[in-house]
C-alpha cells in the first residue's frame, strides 16, 4: 500500500465566519483562508484554513439547510468529521479495494469541486471513524 499522507481535519459548523473569528481569539488570526468552495454533491460549503504555513489543513465544512444528516451531527455536538489523506492516482484504486477488503465500509467515489474534480472517498471503521482519500 502506499503511503497517506495527512491533508486535512474536517470539522463541521453551522458558521464559517463564527469558527474563524472563535479562533483567531484562541490562536491568532490564520494564515491562510481559501475562498469558499460550494460542493453541490455534498450540499455543503467548504473553506480550507492554513494556521501556519506547510502545516496540516483545517477544512471547514458548513452544511446547507437542506442537508438534514451534517445538521443533525452539528445538533447533536458533533464538530470532528473526518480526516482527510491524499495518495496518488496511481495507488487508489488499489488502496481503496484493500481497505475495503480489510472493513473499511465505503460510502462511494466521487468527484470533489474541492480538489479539482479529482475522485475521493469516505470510508468508515468504528475505531478510526470517517476517513476521505483524495486522489493526487
Given at each position: 500500500?502506499?503511503?497517506?499522507?495527512?491533508?486535512?481535519?474536517?470539522?463541521?459548523?453551522?458558521?464559517?465566519?463564527?469558527?474563524?473569528?472563535?479562533?483567531?481569539?484562541?490562536?491568532?488570526?490564520?494564515?491562510?483562508i481559501s475562498h469558499i468552495i460550494k460542493i453541490?454533491?455534498?450540499?455543503?460549503?467548504?473553506?480550507?484554513?492554513?494556521?501556519?504555513?506547510?502545516?496540516v489543513l483545517t477544512e471547514l465544512v458548513e452544511?446547507?439547510?437542506?442537508?438534514?444528516?451534517?445538521?443533525?451531527?452539528?445538533?447533536?455536538?458533533?464538530?470532528?468529521?473526518?480526516?482527510?489523506?491524499?495518495?496518488?492516482?496511481?495507488?487508489?484504486?488499489?488502496?481503496?479495494?484493500?481497505?475495503?477488503?480489510?472493513?473499511?465500509?465505503?460510502?462511494?467515489?466521487?468527484?470533489?469541486?474541492?480538489?479539482?474534480?479529482?475522485?475521493?472517498?469516505?470510508?468508515?471503521?468504528?475505531?478510526?471513524?470517517?476517513?476521505?482519500?483524495?486522489?493526487?
Amino acid at each position: 500500500m502506499g503511503l497517506l499522507t495527512l491533508h486535512h481535519y474536517g470539522i463541521l459548523t453551522d458558521s464559517t465566519s463564527e469558527w474563524l473569528s472563535e479562533n483567531e481569539v484562541l490562536l491568532g488570526k490564520p494564515f491562510k483562508i481559501s475562498h469558499i468552495i460550494k460542493i453541490s454533491s455534498q450540499k455543503a460549503d467548504i473553506t480550507f484554513v492554513e494556521q501556519k504555513e506547510g502545516e496540516v489543513l483545517t477544512e471547514l465544512v458548513e452544511p446547507w439547510q437542506d442537508n438534514h444528516t451534517l445538521n443533525k451531527l452539528i445538533e447533536k455536538g458533533v464538530s470532528a468529521y473526518h480526516k482527510g489523506y491524499l495518495l496518488s492516482a496511481g495507488e487508489f484504486d488499489e488502496v481503496v479495494e484493500m481497505l475495503v477488503e480489510r472493513g473499511f465500509h465505503s460510502l462511494g467515489i466521487f468527484q470533489s469541486e474541492a480538489f479539482g474534480n479529482k475522485r475521493c472517498v469516505f470510508l468508515v471503521t468504528i475505531n478510526l471513524g470517517m476517513i476521505e482519500i483524495i486522489e493526487q
